[in-house]
């Protein structure tokens, strides 16, 4: 996510991990050595934290679907301190017993649903899943065959070799976003330029501060566009049929919410895909003889590389006993994604890339009531974008050993920075 959540953000909490939880080892595409080295260690395990205070990590796959539907495990970070969002100063305060708790709130008046519980996420969730419509995602569909096809052209038009990422992979969710928010086509350069600064790895801490203000002022004045011109677009929608109605500082909120969800992650898994395919000719052989194994392919492509690292956290509201493991009330639970679905009892032979693999369930997208809102527009930008890179681009390699390829292994959402291809 590129938005900040209430209490802290992904950068910050980045830091207050283990590196060898995060940082991915030898293999590009298995999850980190840290993690790896967990294994039979059981599906809940303690989470020593660099600031100083301990959490629960989950790696078992029936433990995490139960952390994530349960509502015994909040995910409202106001009401609820996570570990992860603590000062080393408030650890040792709180071990003190003299930390002293935040200020209580009634109600939320914010948008960041994701970081909400019911009511007041049904609320919210319940109006954006009236515009994620069926016509709607399919008159999406189309452009997004169209956006894929455009790119692939220019590439081919330049000459024969480009960088993956920023021809492709990061331009083709960014124009879905802008269709699906409404941002006008004069406006979608700005657009794409302070997302990207969020996902390149030369910019400072500075400098992706100032474009999160930037974009946030940029989300204003396209709310405020909505409420005065209203389109066929689903903020529009958001501004003026929610009943009750929104608030603008909300309908930002919501927007930075969907660009974070629906952008950084499908450029990422658009990236790495490629990626995983290219260095997995037989899977890749095996998609080009058949097309109609795309869906298949992009299924296991989520579970085998689960881009979202220790990203997905809750707070205990009660004692909870998770995996044989007795949680006290405000524990703070990490869920290991890359881990998870793995989860050998729920797979065989888990760590192995197989686009033949039946489609079985992962969490990917989550599960429960925040289960991702977009997933279905995140399967067709991958499949149409898959396939019309191995269909156009028969001949599509790296350019670089797989050992070059530059990781975003100081993310909380994996991919690679860049990928030097040429066909």
């Excluded at 709130?105 to 609320?123: I, L, N, Q």
């Excluded at 930002?252 to 658009?270: I, R, S």
Aim: with cysteine; proline share 8%; net charge negative.
């Amino acid at each position: 996510m590129t938005e900040e959540s209430p209490s802290s953000s992904p950068t910050a909490m980045r830091r207050i991990l283990p590196a060898d939880l995060v940082e991915r080892g030898g293999c590009p595409f298995d999850p980190p050595p840290g993690l790896l080295a967990r294994r039979g260690q059981g599906p809940v395990q303690s989470l020593p934290l660099l600031n100083g205070a301990g959490a629960w990590l989950v790696t078992g796959f029936e433990e995490a679907r139960t952390v994530l539907s349960d509502a015994r495990f909040s995910a409202d970070q106001v009401r609820h301190r996570e570990a992860t969002s603590l000062q080393p100063h408030e650890v040792a305060e709180l071990a003190a017993g003299t930390l002293k708790p935040g200020p209580a709130v009634e109600s939320r008046e914010d948008g960041f649903f994701v970081f909400m519980d019911p009511p007041e996420h049904t609320r919210i969730r319940r109006l954006l899943t009236g515009q994620f419509t069926v016509r709607r995602m399919r008159e999406l569909e189309d452009r997004v065959t169209e956006i894929a096809v455009e790119h692939i052209e220019a590439m081919k038009a330049a000459g024969d070799k480009a960088d993956l990422v920023p021809a492709f992979a990061l331009p083709l969710p960014s124009l879905v976003i802008c269709e699906l928010l409404g941002v006008d086509y004069a406006d979608r350069a700005e657009f794409q330029e302070r997302t990207a600064i969020g996902l390149n790895a030369n910019s400072t801490d500075e400098e992706r501060a100032a474009s999160g203000l930037e974009l946030y002022a940029f989300m204003q004045r396209l709310v405020a566009d909505k409420r005065a011109n209203p389109a066929d677009d689903l903020l529009s929608g958001l501004a003026h049929d929610a009943d009750p109605p929104l608030t603008d500082a909300q309908l930002v909120d919501v927007a930075l919410v969907l660009l974070g969800a629906g952008h950084e992650t499908t450029a990422n898994m658009l990236g790495l895909g490629t990626f995983a395919l290219l260095e997995n000719p037989d899977q890749l052989a095996a998609l080009q003889a058949d097309p109609a194994l795309i869906d298949n392919a992009v299924e296991e492509l989520l579970r085998y590389l689960s881009i979202i690292q220790l990203g997905v956290s809750r707070v205990t509201t009660e004692p909870v006993t998770l995996g044989g493991v007795d949680l006290p009330a405000g524990a703070t639970v990490v869920i290991a994604t890359p881990e998870v679905n793995r989860d050998a009892q729920q797979w065989p032979d888990a760590d192995r890339f197989d686009v033949h693999r039946p489609r079985t369930p992962h969490l990917a997208f989550g599960h429960g009531v925040h289960q991702c809102l977009g997933q279905q527009l995140a399967r067709i930008e991958m499949q149409i974008g898959l396939r019309e890179l191995i269909t156009r681009l028969p001949g599509l390699r790296m350019t670089v050993p797989a050992e070059k390829v530059p990781l975003r292994n100081e993310m909380l959402i994996f991919g690679v920075h860049s990928l030097p291809v040429t066909w």
